[in-house]
């Protein structure tokens, strides 16, 4: 079982950036990959970007390639979410997920949540 814990989230200005961090329980979090989604209000939950077990892939949605980073850090049970060129329409409450297989979009897949972080872009 793996328990997550995300942090970092607040309210920026359009163009600053952020970085949330997702701290994993279990001895297991180096076998699972792991993804960020985000949810806005009146919105279905999204994915966002997601990362393999060992860090050697990643994808990201096209709204956020080029300005978001995923990254992990086996030893310290972490995964990050780095977000540069923060735009008002990246406004959500965004979630880190653990998947066994480490290559899916697909929010059903997942298996464990955390609870969430708020992210809040002003224009």
């Known amino acids: 079982q793996v328990h997550l814990v995300e942090s970092g989230g607040g309210l920026v200005q359009a163009g600053d950036s952020l970085k949330l961090s997702c701290a994993a329980s279990?001895?297991?979090?180096?076998?699972?990959?792991m993804g960020w989604f985000r949810q806005a209000p009146g919105k279905e939950r999204e994915f966002v970007a997601l990362?393999?077990?060992?860090?050697?892939?990643?994808y990201y949605a096209d709204s956020v390639k080029e300005r978001f980073t995923i990254a992990r850090d086996n030893a310290k049970n972490t995964v990050y979410l780095q977000m540069n060129g923060l735009e008002p329409e990246d406004t959500a409450v965004y979630y880190c997920a653990a998947d066994p297989t480490g290559r899916t979009t697909i929010l059903a897949d997942y298996e464990y949540w955390g609870q969430g972080t708020q992210v809040t872009v002003s224009s």
């Open positions: 279990g001895r297991t979090f180096s076998s699972w990959g």
């Open positions: 990362i393999s077990w060992n860090g050697r892939s990643t």
